[in-house]
């Protein structure tokens, strides 16, 4: 997620701000993930490690994941969306809205569009809404996905967004799926597995030192939820963050 710059002119809203404080799960949305499940696991071996009930059913939550493949998203859609009972909000590429089909699910799913070729500074004012309404926001912090599979050098949008609203930040590691759909394959692979890890939620500001200043404050907390995220990969998705530990 970028750091917010003015923003580009749009010609319409892809989305009423309105339905993106909707919390509730839909019958749309809970048949997607249950659809996601029954592919992923025609696909692949998915493995889901971690405590899944330790994750807040009230308040707000930010779900931060590494991202190395298509398959990312659906593995969590797929499994946490029942898990939590709570509609997850998606931080998603604006021209999907376009798409037939695609768009109209993305437009009833939760979905937030980002314009990709300018930090959007209203789709974080809008993520922020997302959270103070007490709402799930899914987050990918290198926000596009990794060409090598390692962990890449984050955005600094979402240390903002836990600074600015306290939300809980639940970090997320998700393995091998650059393998069963790598990036520039239009179809996944049989065969193979994933595993997601689902890390203990956390609040930011119970980690960082108490008289940081702003400046310091927004690059550590980045650093601090990548270390995180990490700690739940294979090593070969570490990356510079390998020999970090917390």
Do not use: C
Not at 91 to 97: N, P, R, T, V
Not at 114 to 138: P, T
């Amino acid at each position: 997620m970028t750091t917010p710059t003015k923003a580009r002119p749009s010609a319409k809203p892809a989305i009423a701000e309105d339905e993106l404080l909707e919390g509730a799960l839909t019958p749309l949305i809970s048949t997607v993930a249950l659809g996601a499940r029954v592919v992923s696991r025609a696909v692949t071996r998915v493995r889901i490690e971690g405590d899944l009930s330790a994750i807040p059913r009230v308040g707000p939550v930010i779900l931060a994941a590494n991202h190395i493949s298509n398959a990312d998203p659906v593995i969590v859609g797929a499994w946490l969306t029942p898990a939590l009972g709570r509609r997850i909000h998606w931080l998603g590429k604006k021209e999907m809205f376009d798409w037939p089909i695609v768009g109209w699910m993305a437009r009833h799913g939760g979905v937030v569009p980002v314009d990709r070729g300018a930090a959007d500074v209203d789709a974080f004012r809008l993520a922020s809404r997302v959270l103070d309404a007490g709402e799930v926001l899914m987050v990918f912090p290198e926000g596009t996905r990794s060409p090598t599979g390692e962990l890449q050098t984050p955005k600094d949008g979402l240390a903002m967004l836990a600074l600015r609203t306290d939300a809980t930040i639940v970090p997320i590691g998700v393995s091998n799926t650059d393998r069963v759909w790598p990036k520039g394959r239009k179809i996944p692979r049989l065969g193979g597995h994933a595993t997601m890890r689902v890390g203990e939620p956390f609040k930011i500001s119970d980690v960082l030192p108490p008289e940081i200043n702003r400046k310091a404050a927004k690059s550590l907390a980045t650093t601090l939820i990548m270390r995180r995220i990490a700690a739940l990969l294979d090593a070969r998705h570490r990356g510079p963050y390998g020999a970090d530990e917390g």
